[in-house]
């Protein structure tokens, strides 16, 4: 499978947006500018989430965008998703790897030197720090890493894994996509920022531009 671009990952989360039209959010970030999309629910029923992950799939069909489903890889298997994030509690990655099909995409959640030791030896296609700032969309007992974590965790995975795609979640505004990258991050995810503001396809295109020249500027 070629190198999974991870420069803009909006999170379609069900939770933090209730009642929305989730397909229809995740096809207008898509079509902003989007490079993963992916799919969090963590109230819904597994039949549910299997109707709104099919569904998202379709509304994503013809984009080229590929599509994962956080944390359940039964549900990314039912809908036929392009593949899976899994947090620290999921299942392990060469557990999902051996029932997936070669080609899925598995991501993987690090919020510490272990975890990041982990994803370096782990048959995985990205990982994602965080959380890097404070934020109201998870609940999360960690504490967030900040720049200077990010930094110190990307450095641990990229001790092995040097092309493995890293990104930043949690907290993350517009204005802040520059330190985020200069800290290591080869791009951000997002909900808030990106679903919250009536929008979508427009801050999409914001944060993806913001990306792609703060990756210039480093020289990536």
């Known amino acids: 499978m070629a190198q999974l671009d991870y420069r803009l990952n909006p999170i379609v989360d069900a939770g933090a947006l209730p009642g929305a039209d989730l397909p229809a959010l995740a096809r207008e970030a898509a079509l902003g500018g989007a490079t993963l999309i992916q799919y969090r629910d ?81 048959p995985i296609d990205y990982a994602c720090v965080g959380g890097v700032f404070a934020t109201l969309s998870k609940d999360n007992p960690d504490p967030p890493v900040g720049l200077e974590g990010l930094s110190r965790l990307v450095a641990i995975i990229r001790e092995s894994r040097p092309d493995l795609p890293v990104g930043a979640i949690a907290g993350i505004e517009l204005a802040q996509v520059p330190q985020v990258i200069a800290a290591g991050a080869d791009g951000v995810a997002a909900i808030s920022a990106i679903f919250e503001t009536g929008d979508p396809r427009t801050a999409a295109q914001a944060f993806r531009a913001t990306v792609d020249e703060a990756l210039k500027g480093r020289g990536s």
Do not use: W, Y
């Open 42 to 122: 963590k109230q819904a029923s597994t039949r549910l989430m299997v109707e709104r992950a099919t569904a998202i799939r379709v509304a994503l069909a013809g984009t080229g965008v590929p599509f994962v489903v956080n944390d359940r890889l039964d549900v990314a298997l039912a809908s036929g998703a392009d593949g899976v994030h899994l947090g620290r509690d999921d299942m392990r990655p060469e557990e999902a790897r051996r029932l997936c099909r070669p080609a899925a995409i598995i991501g993987l959640t690090v919020k510490n030197e272990a975890d990041a030791r982990a994803a370096a030896a782990a």
